[in-house]
């Protein structure tokens, strides 16, 4: 069973509103993802972190933000959410090095609607 | 750049038959990973299984097994005697060396899989 938590897991907001989606890990994996999954199911990296103080661009443009202050939190902001940004939100972590070879542990996800 | 290709967006079965999902992939590289993941109606996706490039040996786990074709760069998964609770999104995912892309797994679009009663 994999120790990585995320909440909100569902999460109702207005246009404009400032949100975070929390995603906490316990295995000290130094790794960690945002993927972002559109109703058609379709995965895509929009952020990932190597370690503290590390964070990149995934394949897929956001407007989120994310933070890596500490190894088991990874954080996303959205500033001023919009309905484009209704999706699912889920958030991996892993210890393998890169490129990966190993296991995604992968969180319950955080399913966000933005009205 | 790397490509991961499910062609089934929808399969449904009846229980206890059998049913293969599909994926093609693609990449530069000749050392890569490729993964299978299940995602249950609760929205975490669950790893399954993991093959090198290098290991093309077929593998079987209980009721599922594995088909990695490198000569038509295909990874097949069957489940045999399926069950209701087999209904799930299955992914199939692949890991690179190369590609210039960012770090992590390419994701196929999935493959809902309904098992029916």
């Known amino acids: 069973e994999a120790d990585i938590y995320q909440t909100p897991r569902y999460l109702v907001i207005g246009t404009g509103k400032k949100i975070t989606l929390e995603c906490s890990q316990t295995m000290g994996h130094d790794k960690m993802y945002w993927y972002q999954q559109d109703p058609g199911m379709e995965l895509h990296l929009i952020h990932y972190?190597?370690?503290?103080?590390?964070?990149e661009k995934g394949d897929l443009s956001s407007e989120s933000t994310v933070s890596r202050i500490r190894t088991e939190h990874f954080p996303l902001t959205l500033e001023s959410a919009r309905p484009s940004h209704t999706s699912q939100y889920l958030c991996a972590s892993s210890e393998s090095p890169t490129p990966n070879t190993g296991e995604l542990f992968f969180g319950e996800g955080s399913r966000l609607t933005v009205l | 750049a790397q490509k991961v290709t499910q062609a089934q967006t929808e399969i449904s079965v009846v229980e206890k038959e059998d049913v293969t999902l599909d994926c093609v992939y693609e990449?530069?590289?000749?050392?890569?990973?490729l993964f299978w993941y299940k995602q249950p109606p609760s929205g975490e996706l669950v790893f399954l299984i993991r093959r090198n490039s290098f290991d093309e040996q077929n593998e079987i786990s209980g009721r599922y097994s594995w088909n990695f074709q490198k000569s038509t760069s295909s990874f097949n998964f069957t489940i045999t005697a399926s069950q209701v609770v087999d209904s799930a999104v299955y992914f199939c995912a692949l890991s690179d060396f190369g590609g210039g892309g960012a770090d992590g797994l390419t994701f196929g679009k999935g493959t809902h899989l309904i098992i029916q009663p």
């Open positions: 972190s190597y370690g503290v103080n590390s964070t």
């Open positions: 990449t530069r590289d000749t050392t890569y990973y």
